[in-house]
T-cell receptor
Framework: GQQVMQIPQYQHVQEGEDFTTYCNSS?????IQWYKQRPGGHPVFLIQ?????EVKKQKRLTFQFGEAKKNSSLHITATQTTDVGTYFC??????????????FGKGTHLIIQP | DSGVTQTPKHLITATGQRVTLRCSPR?????VYWYQQSLDQGLQFLIQ???????AKGNILERFSAQQFPDLHSELNLSSLELGDSALYFC?????????????FGEGSRLTVL
């Protein structure tokens, strides 16, 4: 079945440092989504990337979708304490026989030291 | 507030028992997804329903079953519970039938099996 690998599992940074998490799929994806889950909370949608090579920005967050549509990254510039949480990528693969559902990576836990 | 309602928020039960988790999707959303979140396994996709019909199946155990009712609410039934079933169970909804649209997550139902 479809697998989505995400690294690193944990990332400790000093406040103000940059942060990047990477997502790799074993198969070509139709699209990829990113979610953020605050400690004790539920996943909240951040963005969806659809096109090969697509780059989208949301303030200090930059999302990229690889040319082969098998990998993606999320980069946060100058982290703030409000960025703490777990960042999940989720890949969607549309198959002929029906949807495979949205497969989530295991997430990257971002820990920020003030 | 995502608009997705899950009950109960917390549930403690014993091995061998059966429980039912309930989810009301956002108004207007036709798709309901169930995910299991354990400490080291991230978000595991269990099953998706669209407008009352099963649309996609993930790693759902045979001891688990789900359904979506005419009013679009969904229930996840977990039977013959084992210690390893202890987890946070999320329901999510989306407006479309699984072509990669944004998922809105409920706050989850935390199941503890003793």
């Amino acid at each position: 079945g479809q697998q989505v690998m995400q690294i690193p599992q944990y990332q400790h940074v000093q406040e103000g440092e940059d942060f990047t998490t990477y997502c790799n799929s074993s198969t070509t994806l139709s699209n990829i989504q990113w979610y953020k889950q605050r400690p004790g909370g539920h996943p909240v949608f951040l963005i969806q990337l659809v096109k090969s090579g697509e780059v989208k920005k949301q303030k200090r967050l930059t999302f990229q979708f690889g040319e082969a549509k098998k990998n993606s990254s999320l980069h946060i510039t100058a982290t703030q304490t409000t960025d703490v949480g777990t960042y999940f990528c989720a890949g969607y693969k549309r198959s002929g026989g029906g949807a495979d559902g949205l497969t989530f990576g295991k997430g990257t836990h971002l820990i920020i030291q003030p | 507030d995502s608009g997705v309602t899950q009950t109960p928020k917390h549930l403690i039960t014993a091995t061998g028992q059966r429980v039912t988790l309930r989810c009301s999707p956002r108004s207007g959303d036709l798709s309901v997804y169930w995910y299991q979140q354990s400490l080291d396994q991230g978000l595991q996709f269990l099953i998706q329903y669209y407008n009352g019909e099963e649309r996609a199946k993930g790693n759902i155990l045979e001891r688990f079953s789900a359904q979506q009712f005419p009013d679009l609410h969904s229930e996840l039934n977990l039977s013959s519970l084992e210690l390893g079933d202890s987890a946070l169970y999320f329901c999510a909804s989306s407006v479309d039938r699984g072509v990669g649209g944004e998922l809105f997550f409920g706050e989850g139902s935390r199941l503890t099996v003793l």
